[in-house]
């Protein structure tokens, strides 16, 4: 049986999750909300997508997406 904080921790990571990603994808709304041509666009969403496990390439993808 399933108990109150078992959905307590389900939830908690479930949050946890979506806040990591909101982070991890910052930079390309960034981009986006910028008006940002579509190759800075998708060079920042790139960035973002496969290199923003490592702070080097989010920081990248960040500068990208926000450089005037």
Known sequence: MVSLNDILLILKYAGAVLIFLCILLAPAYLAAANGKSKYDA????????LFGWSFVGWIFALFISAKK
Not at 42 to 48: E, F, L, P
């Open 42 to 49: 998708m060079r920042s969403r790139v960035g973002s997508w």
